[in-house]
C-alpha cells in the first residue's frame, strides 16, 4: 500500500533553516509529480510547491518562491523541502502528498495519497 | 493568481443532501479536486476530474461544474461525513495549486 512518512519538522528560530524529508512506499516513485501542502495551525490548506516526477519542473507557492526548494532523489524514493529564512508565518503540520497523473501536463493536481505531516514551529 | 471562495460552514440532517460549492475564475479551465479531512487527520481526496471518485469512496459523493462554480454533493449524508471540506484546482494563469478556504460541514 502507499505510504508517505514526512520527518525533519521541529523548532527553529526565524531566519534559520530546517529540511524536510518524504519518505515514499507501495509505488513507482518515479513516475508521480509529488507536492507539499501546509496547513498552520487551526487554518485551511495551503500549497507550497510541486516537483514533476522526474524533478525537472519545479513551481512555487509566491508566498515561499525565493526561500524554499524542493527536490527528490528517486534512487532513494525521497522528496525534500528545503527550508531557508524561516519565518514565524511558516509555523504549519507540512504534508507531502502524491499526485494523479494527468495528459498535457508537467505534472497533477489531484492529490490521491497523503503523509501524515510533520510540525514546523518558528519561534523565538 | 485567482482564489477559490467556499462557504464557511453548512449542516445537514442525517441523511438528507447537501451540497458545498466552490467558486473561482480557474474552474471555467480546471475541474476541481475535492478532499474530505476530519480532525487530526491528513486529507482524503473524495471527488476528482469530471465526478471521479477514488477507490473506497462512497457513492454518495459526487460532483458537478458550472461555469465557475465547481460542487460537491453529499447524498444521504452520514454522521462520518462531518468534516472540513476542501476543493482544490490548478490556477488557469500560473504554475499554481489553489486552495479554497474549506467548507465545515455538520451532521445534525
Known amino acids: 500500500q502507499v505510504q508517505l512518512v514526512e520527518s525533519g519538522g521541529g523548532v527553529v528560530q526565524p531566519g534559520r533553516s530546517l529540511r524536510l524529508s518524504c519518505a515514499a512506499s507501495?509505488?513507482?516513485?518515479?513516475?508521480?509529480?509529488m507536492h507539499w501542502v501546509r496547513q498552520a495551525p487551526g487554518k485551511g490548506l495551503e500549497w507550497v510547491a510541486v516537483i514533476s516526477d522526474d524533478g525537472t519542473y519545479k513551481y512555487y507557492a509566491d508566498s515561499v518562491r525565493g526561500r524554499f526548494t524542493v527536490s527528490r532523489d528517486n534512487s532513494k524514493n525521497t522528496l525534500y523541502l528545503q527550508m531557508n529564512s524561516l519565518r514565524p508565518e511558516d509555523t504549519a503540520v507540512y504534508h507531502c502528498?502524491?499526485?494523479?497523473?494527468?495528459?498535457?501536463?508537467?505534472?497533477?493536481?489531484?492529490?490521491?495519497?497523503w503523509g501524515q505531516g510533520t510540525l514546523v514551529t518558528v519561534s523565538s | 493568481s485567482s482564489e477559490l471562495t467556499q462557504d464557511p460552514a453548512v449542516s445537514v440532517a442525517l441523511g438528507q443532501t447537501v451540497r458545498i460549492t466552490c467558486q473561482g475564475d480557474s474552474l471555467r479551465s480546471y475541474y476541481a479536486s475535492w478532499y474530505r479531512q476530519k480532525p487530526g487527520q491528513a486529507p482524503v481526496l473524495v471527488i476528482y476530474?469530471?465526478?471521479n471518485r477514488p477507490s473506497g469512496i462512497p457513492d454518495r459523493f459526487s460532483g458537478s461544474s458550472s461555469g465557475n462554480t465547481e460542487s460537491l454533493t453529499i447524498t444521504g449524508a452520514q454522521a462520518e461525513d462531518e468534516a472540513d471540506y476542501y476543493c482544490?484546482?490548478?490556477?488557469?494563469?500560473?504554475?499554481?495549486?489553489?486552495f479554497g478556504g474549506g467548507t465545515k460541514v455538520t451532521v445534525l
Open positions: 476530474g469530471q465526478n
Open positions: 507501495g509505488f513507482t516513485f518515479t513516475t508521480y509529480g
Open positions: 502528498a502524491k499526485a494523479l497523473p494527468v495528459v498535457g501536463h508537467n505534472y497533477g493536481s489531484d492529490l490521491d495519497y
Open positions: 482544490s484546482s490548478r490556477d488557469s494563469d500560473y504554475n499554481h495549486v489553489l
